[in-house]
């Protein structure tokens, strides 16, 4: 059966050494994951279709690989992977991890885990029959990170730095607006308080609108403080979105809060959004208070020079 060539990375190495870290990064970064399958049955794997939640075809895939998975032979690797490239066309890669005997013992020790080649021997034997067993594969390996001096975030920042794809592994983005009223969402990465701003609740007439209204929006906008505060938000977001892409976050909330929830902050939410959109993002929005009653217990006394009218 003939199928489109793919991007394959297989993950080997040292136990001990990241793989599963390393799994977990690339799935957060958007690559479809595999873990200890035969060889045989990858191209079972690559000939069956995409699960519909997924939908994109053009993922990238690592599939890890070690001395646990069945049948495995790192000769028989090395002919598989050059078959597969000079055959199917793929473009496949082979990513060993590697690590100092030392240190693999004390992280085994810290783990009080055994080491699957060495369930009942030291862990020093298992790691030098592990290390012999794995010599073909990395020499052939493309990539080798030695994790010794890594942490596991460290590890992490490595992987995204070299194998981050356009389009893959974005957070997700939301923005909120909330009542302060009524709690800050507990869910919130960034908390913006738009209660400096001019409070439409105290003009009769707009106080039954809301936010996604013209005239709520140019309401607020009249603030002297409105253009500038707004500019400095949405840099301050642009500087800070890639940075937590970076890190690896996979969920990104923006609150904007106000007394009520209805007015500044939906109006706030709103421009935020648009404006990110215009930048290549695609947050979500939601407003949390927007259907809440209207109470002016919960707004307390105009600010100065937006008094209450009889």
């Not at 035969?38 to 690559?46: F, I, T």
């Not at 000769?75 to 890669?93: C, H, L, P, T």
């Not at 976050?249 to 007394?259: P, Q, R, W």
């Not at 109470?295 to 600010?303: I, R």
Request: proline fraction near 6%; aromatic fraction near 4%; hydrophobic fraction near 40%.
């Amino acid at each position: 059966m003939t199928r489109d060539p793919q991007d394959i990375l297989l993950v080997t190495g040292m136990a001990g050494a990241g793989k599963s870290t390393t799994l977990r990064t690339l799935e957060d970064m958007g690559w479809e994951i595999v873990d200890n399958l035969p060889l045989p049955l990858l191209d079972r794997l690559l000939a069956a279709a995409h699960p519909a939640a997924v939908g994109d075809a053009q993922r990238p895939l690592a599939v890890g690989i070690g001395a646990q998975t069945r049948d495995f032979d790192p000769d028989a690797v090395v002919r598989r992977v050059r078959r597969m490239r000079d055959e199917q066309g793929d473009n496949i890669g082979l990513l060993f991890l590697d690590c100092a005997g030392t240190e693999l013992e004390r992280r085994f020790s810290e783990t009080r885990r055994r080491h699957p080649l060495a369930l009942d021997r030291p862990v020093s034997d298992g790691i030098a029959k592990e290390r012999e067993l794995l010599a073909p594969l990395r020499q052939w390996a493309n990539r080798l990170i030695d994790t010794t001096d890594l942490s596991a975030h460290d590890l992490a920042q490595v992987l995204r730095a070299t194998f981050a794809r356009e389009g893959l592994g974005e957070p997700t983005l939301a923005i909120k607006s909330f009542g302060f009223a009524r709690g800050v969402p507990r869910d919130a990465d960034i908390v913006l308080d738009m209660r400096f701003l001019r409070n439409p609740h105290w003009d009769e007439v707009l106080r039954p609108h809301t936010g996604l209204d013209a005239d709520v929006g140019a309401y607020i906008a009249q603030d002297p403080a409105y253009e500038t505060a707004m500019a400095q938000i949405e840099s301050l977001l642009l500087t800070l979105l890639p940075r937590y892409r970076a890190e690896g976050k996979s969920y990104v909330t923006i609150a904007f809060g106000c007394t009520g929830g209805r007015h500044r902050s939906v109006h706030v939410a709103e421009r935020m959004a648009a404006h990110l959109r215009a930048q290549g993002l695609s947050p979500s929005v939601t407003h949390r208070d927007l259907g809440a009653a209207q109470q002016d217990s919960l707004e307390g006394a105009p600010a100065s020079g937006q008094m209450a009218k009889p």
